[in-house]
């Protein structure tokens, strides 16, 4: 083979090595989070609400409990929701109080700080099998609703926006978390538009549902809903049924919220109607 010829392929690999670098840096790695956090601005949050508001934001009723997030500490971890998988904290969006998970900080393999501790509230002595499970889903931080135990029939809802994320900017509704660590989650994503029925079991993610089409652009709110009825799973976005499934088997266990890699999304309203 003639040197010129060796150079010019040497040449071609170089280029092609850079560019694969350069789309893999652009499309495939976390976006770096900015010097100044977007949801940690000096103006001082308010949200105005017609209930009087205790817990921390969380507002319990008949069959029915509410997180609002407005009785919580802008730039501190949430005192409504455990961290399980993670950099979940109070953020301020526009003078209101909402629950950000920023995942430009995310590192493969890495769960929660003081994920031990949190296992243990959790699920008492069987805090070890959870955190066997829970290792092995770094990749999708997830964050458990305080106060409800075992979320079996009704309807979930919440309020997202995706903000940044070059990977993912997933949104979803976590249910039927088992002390195992095992669980389901409905998702939205403004990077995809699609809505997914996710189920993780024994450290492994399949989709069960998959629906094409679903717009829920970045920068806006969007209204995300589950029911549960038995064993069958209805998924909404703003108001408009897109998904039935029938799983195996009945739905029992805690209930949160679910993202994926370093998607950077805030979730206000999260509430769950239990029948």
Known sequence: MKKSTKTLITCTVLMLSVLSFTIYKTK??????????????????????????ANAGEISTSG???????????????????????????GNDNNNTV??????????????AGLADKAKALYGERYAEFLDNVTAYAYFPFAVAGNVDNFKNGEITVRFKGVAGRIDQGAGILFDLKPNGDYYAIRANPLEHNLVLWRYKHGKRSSVSWVRDVKTPSHKWHDL??????????????GKQYLAHRLPDSVSGKVGLWTKADSVVYFDDYRVTAR
Do not use: H
């Not at 770096?32 to 508001?53: F, G, N, R």
């Not at 029915?64 to 109070?90: C, H, M, R, Y």
């Not at 629950?99 to 929660?112: F, Q, T």
């Open 225 to 238: 809903k589950l029911t549960v009825d038995g064993t069958l799973i209805k998924g909404y976005v703003n």
């Open 28 to 53: 495939f790695s976390p976006e770096t989070a900015p010097a100044q956090l977007e949801y940690l601005t000096t103006a001082k949050p308010q949200k105005i609400s017609l209930i009087s508001v």
């Open 64 to 90: 029915q409990t509410l997180f609002d997030f407005s009785e919580e500490t802008v730039g501190a971890p949430p005192k409504t929701f455990t961290a399980a998988v993670g950099n979940w904290i109070i």
């Open 99 to 112: 629950l950000v998970v920023d995942g430009r900080k995310w590192k493969r393999g890495i769960a929660s």
